[in-house]
């Protein structure tokens, strides 16, 4: 099953975004290449982030589009990562699940299930393999590479700054996937 894309894909072009963290640790923000806010990500709280439907906001985190709307809401049960549409957590809006299959302070590997796909096959649509200490993440699809995440890096700069990273969408990708598989793989 293909899933729907929420953000426009030219099939010839990477897209490049900028994630930066919120100096409160509740949330980040996702800015596209011309610096404009294209998404944000929050855990509900009751004023700007609530959802009525969960039942503890410490394991749900929502993306939000630049207007507002709920776009997938991630959330961490029983050890998985469920991604929904919208702020449902109805079994019939699940996207993805996805299982931590490696945890170290210097590795870690997890696997996407789509929703399609039986999660009793154990054969994975995308794989998530990096460092989120270093803010590093390559997911992969077959033995194609799907998106990157890096530090932001400057010349002459010896300390960096682990609040601001940049995420490459290959194209022919969803970009609101690839947020959404991110937010599992960073998730605290």
Same mark, same amino acid.
């Given at each position: 099953m293909?899933? #729907?894309s929420f953000f426009p894909v030219d099939p010839q072009i990477p897209v490049d975004f900028n994630i930066r963290k919120s100096l409160t640790g509740r949330g980040l923000t996702v800015h596209d290449a011309q610096g404009s806010l #294209? %998404?944000? &990500?929050c855990a509900p709280r009751? *004023? *700007?982030?609530?959802?009525?439907?969960?039942p503890n906001p410490r394991l749900t985190k929502t993306l939000f589009d630049a207007a507002g709307n709920p776009s997938i809401s991630v959330v961490y049960h029983n050890d998985e990562w469920h991604g929904y549409r919208g702020n449902s957590q109805e079994p019939k809006d699940l996207i993805f699940t !996805?299982?931590? &299959?490696? %945890?170290?302070?210097?590795?870690?590997?997890?696997? !996407?299930?789509?929703?399609s796909t039986n999660i009793g096959d154990q054969k994975s649509c995308f794989r998530l393999k990096g460092?989120?200490?270093r803010r590093a993440c390559t997911i992969i699809s077959g033995n194609s &590479? !799907?998106?990157?995440?890096?530090l932001l890096y400057k010349l002459r700069k010896i300390i960096y700054s682990r609040h601001k990273f940049r995420l490459t969408v290959y194209p022919g990708n969803d970009c609101v996937l690839a947020i959404a598989m991110l937010m599992a793989f960073f998730w605290r």
């Open positions: 293909e899933t #729907a #294209a %998404y944000r &990500i009751r *004023r *700007r982030c609530s959802s009525s439907s969960a !996805v299982r931590k &299959i490696l %945890y170290s302070p210097f590795e870690t590997e997890l696997h !996407v299930f789509l929703s460092n989120p200490f &590479i !799907v998106a990157q995440t890096n």
